[in-house]
Each structure stands twice: as structure tokens, then as C-alpha cells.
């Protein structure tokens, strides 16, 4: 009997995001494995035309805890992990200097 294939692989392309961290797991009491990331989205209001920023947080995995605050990382959609988290940490973009 043929082992299933639990990868991804073809099934569509999973959305990928660019957001900086604004909360990680250093602090006590805060979740372990977890990083809040904040997305900033320009778009152009059709009504009055001139640029607005969105900005939406999203609970994402990050199984080493290698991650932390200010720190710009991409986001990738995956399976439902927990109750707010959606979203894996796929890599970092830039890290601030010290």
C-alpha cells in the first residue's frame, strides 16, 4: 500500500507575507514557539485616492524561537497549528544592529 504524501508540494501556492515582529518569547508568561507578527499594507483609498496604511497582526509558528523583536521575517500559510495560529515563520529578511 502506497505511503500518503503529507507534503504541500502542488497543491497550490500557500500566500507569503513581509511583516517585523513585534512580539516574541523572550518576556516570561508569553507563548512559547510563537512570534506576533505585524503586516503593513499600502493600498489607494478609491474614493479619495490618496495612500492609506493597514496594518493586521498574525500569531506565527517559529519552532527554534530564533526570532525576535523588530526583526523582519517572512510569513508562510500553513495548517491550522493552533487556535490563532496560522501562519509559519518561512525566514528572515533583515535583522536589526544591536
Not at 41 to 60: I, L, N, S, W
Amino acid at each position: 500500500m502506497a505511503e500518503a504524501n503529507i507534503s504541500t508540494e502542488g497543491r497550490g501556492r500557500s500566500r507569503k507575507l513581509v511583516g517585523k515582529v513585534v512580539n516574541d518569547t523572550k518576556n516570561p508568561g508569553r507563548a512559547q514557539k510563537t512570534v506576533v507578527v505585524e503586516v503593513v499594507r499600502r493600498f489607494r483609498d478609491p474614493v479619495y485616492g490618496k495612500y492609506v496604511k493597514q496594518r493586521r497582526r498574525y500569531h506565527a509558528h517559529d519552532e527554534t524561537n530564533n526570532f525576535h523583536t523588530n526583526d523582519m521575517v517572512e510569513i508562510t500559510e500553513s495548517r491550522p497549528l493552533s487556535r490563532t495560529k496560522r501562519w509559519v515563520v518561512s525566514k528572515l529578511v533583515d535583522r536589526p544592529p544591536e
